[in-house]
């Protein structure tokens, strides 16, 4: 079955250390995003690539990197300097054609105490 | 400056009568327009779309209206279900800007049996 994957389905960190969420995607998608949703709030954007080997940032990328070696893949990690990284992230993915919907994976919660 | 709003934040329909979810937007440069579902801990769904050459579109119990001249768009359930309740979001992509999304906050919607 094609989808997106995102390992692991929850994440516990210490305060301080970076931490690496993975998303693969087998529907041959041009483009990959990260999104973050906080309680009660809708999806604001972190990064985004269109082709591999580039990326761009999103609204709230301060504090978080990715990369995109593979057209599968694009890891995100959350870095020591994102100041409230506790949250539930969701990769998608999509075509680059003209009104074309994202597909989204079942999310990261990511617990950083 | 929250270019997508979803002003309520939840609704309760009772079991097969019709649930009506609204989201306005300011940005004139959007022109095409989604909504997705979402379950708790799970990815949002691709549900609906439109152009902005439409005014109507519908797919089954669904219906998606736009209203260009107000910046207006809304979802139209009917009859509602209670595997319907979830919460709705609604989403717009600027012109030209492929699946470039920007996302209200969400609706919750409760259908009650």
Redesign the interface.
């Known amino acids: 079955d094609g989808g997106?994957t995102?390992s692991p389905?929850y994440l516990f960190r210490k305060e301080g250390q970076n931490v690496t969420l993975s998303c693969e995607q087998n529907l041959n998608h041009d483009?990959m995003y990260w999104?973050r949703q906080d309680p009660?709030?809708?999806?604001?954007?972190i990064y985004?690539s269109?082709i591999v080997n580039d990326f761009q940032k999103g609204d709230i990328a301060e504090g978080y990197s990715v990369s995109r070696e593979k057209k599968e893949s694009f890891p995100l990690t959350v870095t020591s300097a994102q100041k409230n990284p506790t949250a539930?992230y969701?990769c998608?993915s999509?075509?680059?054609?003209?009104?074309?919907?994202?597909?989204?994976?079942?999310?990261t919660?990511l617990t950083v105490t | 400056d929250q270019q997508?709003k979803?002003n309520s934040?939840s609704l309760s329909v009772q079991e097969g009568r019709i649930s009506i979810l609204n989201c306005d937007y300011t940005n004139s440069m959007f022109d095409?327009f989604?909504w997705?579902k979402k379950y708790p801990?799970?990815?949002?769904?691709?549900l609906i779309?439109i152009?902005s050459i439409k005014d109507k579109n519908e797919d089954g119990r669904f219906t998606v209206f736009l209203n260009k001249s107000a910046k207006h768009l809304s979802l139209h359930i009917v009859p509602s279900q209670p595997g319907d309740s979830a919460v709705y979001?609604c989403a717009a992509?600027p012109n030209?800007a492929?699946?470039?999304?920007?996302?209200?906050?969400?609706t919750r919607l409760m259908v009650k049996p």
Do not use: C, D
């Open positions: 997106i995102q389905k483009a999104y009660g709030q809708g999806l604001r954007l985004y269109q539930f969701l998608a999509g075509f680059t054609s003209y009104n074309s919907p994202l597909h989204f994976g079942n999310g919660r | 997508v979803q934040p095409y989604l997705y801990a799970e990815g949002p769904t691709f779309s152009s979001f992509s030209g492929g699946n470039m999304l920007t996302f209200g906050g969400g």
